[in-house]
């Protein structure tokens, strides 16, 4: 079979509607009739099954779907199931929507265990302004790219006497240079040409210096792409002011934490919004995908599961579909990933459908329907 | 006497001409005759020694003049002096341009020396749109305040194994109090109305937590301030979106490192120049007051000090100038600090001189006498 099975992590909340609405899009040549409102109780794996029956829509894709399961799975410490993990380590390629950490002691963040145990080493967030939706920039294409295992992230800390707390932050050769390899990997398999390292080596130069280091080593190898390293505070300034200096950025973790989110906000709508908790709220477009060892690339939407609107056909699947146009690159198959992601940025920029997030009044189902008309 | 000494390190490069530029309109008094061309061998001591004779200009500073040493002056390690350290301990205020640190080894940077010997605990930056200056945000105005001595600053850093380091963060419940107590301080004196504490004690629980904990015990002091915890990363993202919804931010060393170079971004200029350098020129407005133990008070401007356009009569004095307005507001002394905030916002504004950083083509000279044509 020349079909790729990808694992599909629907999630919870607004997560199966808008998975749903990822995979029926795929269908290019389904009737436009066969939308969620018709078929409201059809088993969300029926779709993926029915995939080759309908292969006139030519994403190769048959999606093997896994849910979170009822309870902690001894094996993951989480409510993560083992064979969902399992299926990722086989397809090497997932995709997953919204997933909320039931409340609760002894398991382990759902986002978490899929970190650790596939251990996820990259990030990577592509940002571009999309046509058409305003906001004050419109000129942002960039890729911020952070190391996702290790640095501020070590969970080493501990008291050194009462009122004096330390944290360590680690710096490996291998997790820095495993990071640069792909940065400049990505880099170069998406015809950008420059590569910006972010960094504070001026005060911590011992383990932003060997960042560095590991960063200039693997930029030798890359000729053709252009390398500079950045002060982090010097990057934020000059995001902020031109993002368009920006090409792909490579980080350790928690630069690339405040940097991917702060260029999120650069794309991510005027937030005019009197209410702080609102202003998060439009990470519409917002995706990352997830580069683990042995080649495994996990693309999820990056915002929540948003519980109070889900089941009412309100959510807006931008994020997720333009995940699966990200698992579509990583699977090199461009012309696809090209194909959807023009019909969703042609649809949002047309403005007529739009869901409610982005100040439309479309379901997701009718603004779904629009994508495919234009696909 | 009823003058207030301050000290006054004018600095290098650009240094001497706007700090020149910074006492003259303090002698509001004077005839516009009196300004550099006219003066242009006039010892830079002469007018605030003059000080007293133009009264009339009732700013009531005395400068007391310091500049950088030609040799390391062994008790401070720098070319600091130790005169003018105990001029800044003697009269707990001071001013000062920007300090290049000659290359060389065996002393310490000029602005570590400084921050170090006056422990200089808290920088206070105060961010607003300068109106008529075009900006992507015609909204912003905040004050970043930044623990200044500790956290990922420490210093401390190791090898563990070879390829594996690490650096030590340290939060301690004395710097963090102190820099809180300062927040809400100044929050109560400037007529804020929220303090925003910027953390990732989601990840770094024990150091950003301790920081938190302080925040909270402090502002229950501060009941008719509203206190909130934010994130750094969705922090970032709000401020990128709507920076309107800040006001006072206090945070540990490096996020106020980060943040404040990013709220320098929002308002310092479009920035659509494809020189990455240049982009880090137009720090015109950009200002700093440090905050010391025992009520010192540092302000400065917080550009480099342009060694290639020094002594052309084409250096910008606005940050200097607004730094003097920060130390002014720091002495309680409210009314001279809107006279003079005042002038040089309607003179950027009216846009007919502007120095050439600001797009136009006036003389340091041109500009301050508009200034003074405003008091
Ligand atoms: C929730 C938080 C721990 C997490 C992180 O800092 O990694 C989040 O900000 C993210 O970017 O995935
Ligand atoms: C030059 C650098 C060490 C310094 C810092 O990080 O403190 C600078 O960025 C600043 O903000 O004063």
């Given amino acids: ?38 078929y409201p109780s059809l088993p969300i794996g029926f779709l993926s099954e029915s995939y080759p029956i309908f292969s006139a829509a030519d994403v190769p894709i048959e999606w093997e779907e896994h849910f979170v399961g009822t309870e902690v799975d001894p ?54 302004s999309l046509p058409g939706y305003k906001t004050r920039y419109d000129d942002v294409n960039l890729i911020t790219i952070r190391e996702n295992t290790e640095g501020e992230y070590s969970g080493l800390e501990h008291q050194v006497v009462r009122g004096v707390v330390e944290s360590l932050k680690i710096i490996t050769r291998q997790a820095s240079l495993r990071v640069a390899e792909y940065a400049f990997y990505y880099a170069k398999a998406h015809g950008r040409e420059r590569v910006s390292a972010i960094h504070k080596a001026n005060i911590m130069q011992k383990t932003d210096g060997l960042f560095l280091k590991c960063c200039r080593e693997v930029a030798e190898k890359y000729p053709e792409i252009t390398y500079e390293e950045v002060v982090i505070d010097n990057c934020c300034m000059m995001l902020v002011k031109n993002p368009a200096l920006f090409d792909v950025l490579v980080m350790p973790n928690l630069y690339g ?31 990352s995908l997830n580069i683990g060892e042995g080649g495994i690339a996990l693309a999820e939407a990056v915002h929540g599961s948003a519980p109070d609107i889900a089941g009412k056909n309100l959510a807006n699947p931008t994020a997720l579909l333009l995940s699966g146009v990200s698992m579509l690159r990583h699977l090199e198959l461009h012309d696809k990933a090209d194909r959807i992601q023009d019909a969703v940025l042609k649809t949002i920029a047309e403005g007529k459908y739009r869901t409610a997030d982005l100040g439309g009044s479309s379901k997701t189902s009718e603004f779904t329907k629009a994508i495919i008309g234009h696909l």
């Fill in 1 to 38: 079979s020349d079909l790729i099975r990808a694992t599909l992590f629907p999630g919870d909340g607004i997560g199966p509607e808008i998975a749903s609405s990822s995979k029926r899009y795929q269908f290019m040549s389904l009737p436009i009739g066969f939308l969620s409102e018709s």
């Fill in 75 to 128: 094996r993951t410490q989480s409510f993560v199931t083992w064979e969902s993990l399992e299926s990722v380590r086989r397809n090497k390629v997932g995709l997953k929507g919204p997933m909320a950490t039931p409340i609760g002691k002894g398991h382990r963040s759902l986002n978490l265990t899929l970190r650790k145990e596939l251990n996820l080493f990259a990030n990577v967030r592509p940002c571009y």
């Fill in 257 to 287: 934490d405040i940097i991917s989110d702060l260029c999120a906000g650069l794309i991510g709508g005027l937030g005019l919004t009197p209410s702080r908790l609102d202003l998060l709220i439009p990470l519409a477009f917002i995706h």
